[in-house]
Protein backbone atom coordinates (compact mmCIF):
# COMPACT_ATOMS: atom_id res chain seq x y z
CA UNK A 1 0.00 0.00 0.00
CA UNK A 2 1.18 3.41 -1.12
CA UNK A 3 1.82 5.54 1.76
CA UNK A 4 0.99 9.29 2.14
CA UNK A 5 2.98 11.52 -0.47
CA UNK A 6 4.22 15.04 -0.56
CA UNK A 7 6.07 17.22 -2.73
CA UNK A 8 7.93 19.34 -3.07
CA UNK A 9 10.54 17.80 -0.25
CA UNK A 10 12.42 21.12 0.53
CA UNK A 11 11.71 24.88 -0.57
CA UNK A 12 13.59 27.65 -0.05
CA UNK A 13 11.91 31.24 -0.62
CA UNK A 14 11.91 34.60 -0.05
CA UNK A 15 9.99 36.17 2.95
CA UNK A 16 6.39 38.12 1.29
CA UNK A 17 6.63 35.24 -1.46
CA UNK A 18 4.48 32.46 -2.31
CA UNK A 19 4.71 29.00 -1.85
CA UNK A 20 2.20 25.95 -2.02
CA UNK A 21 2.66 22.19 -0.85
CA UNK A 22 1.04 19.25 -2.40
CA UNK A 23 -0.16 16.28 -0.10
CA UNK A 24 -1.74 12.76 -1.93
CA UNK A 25 -3.11 10.67 0.85
CA UNK A 26 -3.46 7.19 0.99
CA UNK A 27 -5.85 5.88 -1.33
CA UNK A 28 -9.54 5.62 0.45
CA UNK A 29 -8.71 7.72 3.42
CA UNK A 30 -11.12 10.51 4.11
CA UNK A 31 -9.76 12.46 6.30
CA UNK A 32 -6.66 14.53 5.72
CA UNK A 33 -4.51 16.81 8.43
CA UNK A 34 -1.67 19.42 7.49
CA UNK A 35 0.41 20.08 10.63
CA UNK A 36 3.01 22.34 11.17
CA UNK A 37 6.18 21.37 12.94
CA UNK A 38 8.26 23.95 13.92
CA UNK A 39 12.05 23.27 15.20
CA UNK A 40 12.15 21.35 18.78
CA UNK A 41 8.44 21.30 18.56
CA UNK A 42 5.45 18.87 18.52
CA UNK A 43 3.50 18.46 15.30
CA UNK A 44 0.54 21.62 15.36
CA UNK A 45 -2.29 21.15 13.10
CA UNK A 46 -3.61 23.47 11.29
CA UNK A 47 -6.03 22.02 8.93
CA UNK A 48 -7.97 19.12 8.88
CA UNK A 49 -10.48 18.14 6.49
CA UNK A 50 -13.25 15.13 5.76
CA UNK A 51 -13.76 14.17 2.40
CA UNK A 52 -13.52 17.81 0.87
CA UNK A 53 -14.86 19.98 3.16
CA UNK A 54 -13.19 21.39 6.22
CA UNK A 55 -13.71 19.84 10.23
CA UNK A 56 -11.25 22.06 11.99
CA UNK A 57 -9.02 24.99 10.92
CA UNK A 58 -9.01 27.20 13.95
CA UNK A 59 -5.14 26.69 14.40
CA UNK A 60 -4.66 28.01 10.53
CA UNK A 61 -3.47 32.03 9.92
CA UNK A 62 -6.41 32.66 7.49
CA UNK A 63 -4.65 36.12 6.45
CA UNK A 64 -1.48 34.19 4.73
CA UNK A 65 -2.79 30.37 4.37
CA UNK A 66 -5.34 28.67 3.18
CA UNK A 67 -5.52 25.11 1.99
CA UNK A 68 -7.96 23.28 -0.29
CA UNK A 69 -8.63 19.68 -1.18
CA UNK A 70 -11.60 20.13 -3.99
CA UNK A 71 -12.25 15.98 -4.97
CA UNK A 72 -12.02 14.88 -2.03
CA UNK A 73 -8.52 13.35 -2.82
CA UNK A 74 -5.49 15.70 -3.18
CA UNK A 75 -4.70 18.61 -0.97
CA UNK A 76 -2.55 21.35 -1.70
CA UNK A 77 -1.38 24.04 1.14
CA UNK A 78 -0.39 28.00 0.39
CA UNK A 79 1.83 30.76 2.31
CA UNK A 80 1.09 34.09 1.18
CA UNK A 81 3.16 35.97 1.58
CA UNK A 82 5.40 34.04 3.88
CA UNK A 83 7.20 35.19 6.78
CA UNK A 84 10.36 34.24 8.34
CA UNK A 85 8.31 32.74 11.06
CA UNK A 86 6.84 30.52 8.54
CA UNK A 87 10.10 28.41 8.59
CA UNK A 88 8.74 24.77 9.50
CA UNK A 89 8.31 21.04 7.80
CA UNK A 90 4.67 20.85 6.99
CA UNK A 91 3.42 17.41 7.34
CA UNK A 92 0.74 16.23 5.55
CA UNK A 93 -1.55 13.04 7.34
CA UNK A 94 -4.16 10.89 6.64
CA UNK A 95 -6.43 8.55 8.42
CA UNK A 96 -9.58 6.21 6.80
CA UNK A 97 -11.72 7.91 9.38
CA UNK A 98 -10.93 10.91 12.16
CA UNK A 99 -10.89 8.91 15.13
CA UNK A 100 -8.02 5.96 14.77
CA UNK A 101 -4.14 5.94 13.61
CA UNK A 102 -3.01 8.98 11.45
CA UNK A 103 -0.45 7.65 8.62
CA UNK A 104 2.14 10.53 7.67
CA UNK A 105 4.09 11.64 5.18
CA UNK A 106 7.91 13.00 4.71
CA UNK A 107 6.75 16.39 5.24
CA UNK A 108 7.87 19.93 3.25
CA UNK A 109 10.87 21.38 5.10
CA UNK A 110 10.37 25.24 4.16
CA UNK A 111 13.00 27.96 4.89
CA UNK A 112 12.08 30.70 4.42
CA UNK A 113 14.99 33.73 4.33
CA UNK B 1 -8.42 21.42 27.18
CA UNK B 2 -5.94 18.58 26.05
CA UNK B 3 -1.97 18.61 26.49
CA UNK B 4 0.80 16.34 26.86
CA UNK B 5 4.33 17.17 28.16
CA UNK B 6 7.29 15.05 28.00
CA UNK B 7 9.68 16.31 30.55
CA UNK B 8 12.82 14.92 28.86
CA UNK B 9 14.32 16.30 25.67
CA UNK B 10 17.13 13.54 25.93
CA UNK B 11 16.94 10.15 26.65
CA UNK B 12 20.43 7.89 26.80
CA UNK B 13 20.63 4.77 26.71
CA UNK B 14 23.14 1.93 26.58
CA UNK B 15 22.72 -0.64 23.49
CA UNK B 16 20.86 -3.84 25.32
CA UNK B 17 19.53 -1.96 28.02
CA UNK B 18 16.01 -0.93 28.61
CA UNK B 19 14.53 2.43 28.36
CA UNK B 20 11.88 4.48 28.89
CA UNK B 21 10.28 7.10 27.41
CA UNK B 22 7.91 9.25 29.54
CA UNK B 23 5.17 10.95 28.84
CA UNK B 24 2.28 12.58 30.76
CA UNK B 25 -1.56 14.01 29.81
CA UNK B 26 -4.47 16.20 30.71
CA UNK B 27 -7.94 15.62 29.19
CA UNK B 28 -11.22 16.03 29.78
CA UNK B 29 -12.68 12.45 29.70
CA UNK B 30 -11.13 9.17 29.12
CA UNK B 31 -7.68 9.58 27.25
CA UNK B 32 -6.67 8.13 23.83
CA UNK B 33 -2.86 8.18 23.98
CA UNK B 34 -0.43 7.34 21.07
CA UNK B 35 3.01 7.22 20.60
CA UNK B 36 5.06 8.15 17.19
CA UNK B 37 8.70 7.34 16.17
CA UNK B 38 10.33 10.36 13.99
CA UNK B 39 13.97 9.36 12.10
CA UNK B 40 15.43 12.22 10.31
CA UNK B 41 13.92 13.28 7.03
CA UNK B 42 11.17 11.72 7.39
CA UNK B 43 8.15 11.81 8.30
CA UNK B 44 6.32 10.88 12.24
CA UNK B 45 5.50 6.70 12.42
CA UNK B 46 2.94 5.08 14.45
CA UNK B 47 4.23 3.05 16.90
CA UNK B 48 0.96 2.35 19.19
CA UNK B 49 -2.16 3.53 20.68
CA UNK B 50 -4.19 3.37 24.24
CA UNK B 51 -8.07 3.48 23.48
CA UNK B 52 -9.67 1.05 26.30
CA UNK B 53 -8.71 -2.54 27.80
CA UNK B 54 -5.15 -3.48 29.25
CA UNK B 55 -3.14 -0.51 30.52
CA UNK B 56 0.04 -2.21 29.13
CA UNK B 57 0.34 -1.59 24.89
CA UNK B 58 2.33 -3.40 22.74
CA UNK B 59 3.48 -1.86 19.56
CA UNK B 60 5.15 -1.94 16.79
CA UNK B 61 9.25 -3.20 17.19
CA UNK B 62 9.14 -4.23 20.74
CA UNK B 63 8.00 -1.19 22.19
CA UNK B 64 5.02 -1.29 24.79
CA UNK B 65 3.85 1.62 26.73
CA UNK B 66 1.84 1.19 30.22
CA UNK B 67 -1.23 3.60 30.66
CA UNK B 68 -1.45 4.63 34.61
CA UNK B 69 -4.82 6.40 34.99
CA UNK B 70 -4.29 7.64 38.60
CA UNK B 71 -0.71 9.37 37.30
CA UNK B 72 -2.19 10.62 33.71
CA UNK B 73 0.75 9.01 32.09
CA UNK B 74 1.33 7.05 29.37
CA UNK B 75 5.44 5.71 28.98
CA UNK B 76 7.28 4.22 26.37
CA UNK B 77 9.50 1.09 27.69
CA UNK B 78 11.26 -1.43 25.82
CA UNK B 79 12.75 -4.06 27.28
CA UNK B 80 16.23 -4.04 25.37
CA UNK B 81 17.32 -0.92 22.93
CA UNK B 82 19.03 -1.27 19.88
CA UNK B 83 21.31 1.51 17.99
CA UNK B 84 18.55 1.47 15.62
CA UNK B 85 15.98 2.80 17.76
CA UNK B 86 17.54 6.17 18.54
CA UNK B 87 15.15 9.00 17.22
CA UNK B 88 12.37 11.82 18.09
CA UNK B 89 9.89 10.01 19.95
CA UNK B 90 6.44 12.01 20.00
CA UNK B 91 3.55 11.21 22.95
CA UNK B 92 0.03 12.66 21.38
CA UNK B 93 -3.41 12.49 22.87
CA UNK B 94 -6.47 13.09 20.90
CA UNK B 95 -9.07 15.70 21.15
CA UNK B 96 -12.85 13.54 21.71
CA UNK B 97 -14.70 16.37 21.33
CA UNK B 98 -15.97 16.95 17.45
CA UNK B 99 -12.87 17.41 15.03
CA UNK B 100 -10.80 14.39 17.02
CA UNK B 101 -7.80 15.79 16.86
CA UNK B 102 -4.31 14.68 17.96
CA UNK B 103 -2.53 17.05 20.63
CA UNK B 104 1.42 16.24 20.60
CA UNK B 105 4.00 16.90 23.03
CA UNK B 106 7.16 18.28 21.88
CA UNK B 107 9.53 15.75 21.64
CA UNK B 108 12.12 12.93 23.11
CA UNK B 109 15.36 12.65 21.59
CA UNK B 110 16.22 9.09 22.38
CA UNK B 111 20.53 7.97 21.95
CA UNK B 112 21.05 4.29 22.58
CA UNK B 113 24.74 4.04 22.49
CA UNK B 114 26.52 1.39 21.43
Do not use: M
Amino acid sequence: EAGVAQSPRYKIIEKRQSVAFWCNPISGHATLYWYQQILGQGPKLLIQFQNNGVVDDSQLPKDRFSAERLKGVDSTLKIQPAKLEDSAVYLCASSPDGAGEQFFGPGTRLTVL
Amino acid sequence: AQSVAQPEDQVNVAEGNPLTVKCTYSVSGNPYLFWYVQYPNRGLQFLLKYITGDNLVKGSYGFEAEFNKSQTSFHLKKPSALVSDSALYFCAVRDQTGANNLFFGTGTRLTVIP
